[in-house]
Antibody, heavy 118, light 107 residues
Framework: QVQLVQSGAEVKKPGASVKVSCQASGYTFTTRGVAWVRQAPGQGLEWLGW????????HYGQKFQGRVTITTDTSTGTAYMELRSLRSDDTAFYFC???????????WGQGTLVTVSS | DIQMTQSPSTLSASVGDRVTITCRAT??????LAWYQQKPGKAPKLLIYKASSLESGVPSRFSGSGSGTEFTLTISTLQPDDSATYYC?????????FGQGTKVEIK
C-alpha cells in the first residue's frame, strides 16, 4: 500500500532553515509528483509547492517563492522540503502528499511539526 | 488567483441528520474540485474528486455535486465518526487552493 513517512518534529530559531523529508513506498516514485502543504495550529491548509517525481520540475506558491526549495532523491524515493529564513508564523504542521494526477492529493504523510521560537 | 470559500465555518448536527457544506470559487473551475476530511492530529483524507466521484473506500453516505463556481458536499445520514473538519480544494492547477474549512460537530 502507498505510504508516505515524514521525518520527526523540529524546533528552530528565527532566521534558521529547516529541511523535512518524506519517504514514499508502495508505488513507483517517478510516476507521481509530491506536494507540500502546511497547517498552522488551529488554522486551514496552505499549499507550499510541488515537484514532479519524473523530472524534478517544481512549482511554488507565490507566498513562498525564494524561501522554499523542494527536491527529490529518486534513488531512495524521498522528497524534501527546505524552508529558509524561518519566522514565528512558520510554526505549523508540514505535510507531504502524493499527487494522484492533476495535482489531486490522494495519499498524505503523517505530518511534521516545525516550531519556530527564540 | 482563484479563491475558495466554504460555508458554514462550523455546524452542529445530530446523528442521522442530513448535512450539506457549500464551497464557492471566485471563477469557474469546471469540476476540478475535491473534498477532504481531517480529524484532529491527523492528515487530511481524500473523500471526493472531480466534484462528485467517490474515492475508493469512502462510505456512500458522502456525496458531492456542482460545477463551475458552486459545489456541495453532502453527508446523507450523519454518523459519530463523521465529526471532523472538511476542506474543499481546487486542483488541476499549479496553484491549488483550499477552502478555509468547515468543522462538523455532533450534538
Amino acid at each position: 500500500q502507498v505510504q508516505l513517512v515524514q521525518s520527526g518534529a523540529e524546533v528552530k530559531k528565527p532566521g534558521a532553515s529547516v529541511k523535512v523529508s518524506c519517504q514514499a513506498s508502495g508505488y513507483t516514485f517517478t510516476t507521481r509528483g509530491v506536494a507540500w502543504v502546511r497547517q498552522a495550529p488551529g488554522q486551514g491548509l496552505e499549499w507550499l509547492g510541488w515537484i514532479s517525481g519524473y523530472n524534478g520540475n517544481t512549482h511554488y506558491g507565490q507566498k513562498f517563492q525564494g524561501r522554499v526549495t523542494i527536491t527529490t532523491d529518486t534513488s531512495t524515493g524521498t522528497a524534501y522540503m527546505e524552508l529558509r529564513s524561518l519566522r514565528s508564523d512558520d510554526t505549523a504542521f508540514y505535510f507531504c502528499a502524493r499527487e494522484g494526477g492533476d495535482h489531486l492529493f490522494d495519499h498524505w504523510g503523517q505530518g511534521t511539526l516545525v516550531t519556530v521560537s527564540s | 488567483d482563484i479563491q475558495m470559500t466554504q460555508s458554514p465555518s462550523t455546524l452542529s448536527a445530530s446523528v442521522g441528520d442530513r448535512v450539506t457544506i457549500t464551497c464557492r470559487a471566485t471563477e469557474s473551475i469546471s469540476t476540478w474540485l475535491a473534498w477532504y476530511q481531517q480529524k484532529p492530529g491527523k492528515a487530511p483524507k481524500l473523500l471526493i474528486y472531480k466534484a462528485s466521484s467517490l474515492e475508493s473506500g469512502v462510505p456512500s453516505r458522502f456525496s458531492g455535486s456542482g460545477s463551475g463556481t458552486e459545489f456541495t458536499l453532502t453527508i446523507s445520514t450523519l454518523q459519530p465518526d463523521d465529526s471532523a473538519t472538511y476542506y474543499c480544494q481546487r486542483y488541476n492547477t499549479y496553484s491549488p487552493a483550499f477552502g478555509q474549512g468547515t468543522k462538523v460537530e455532533i450534538k
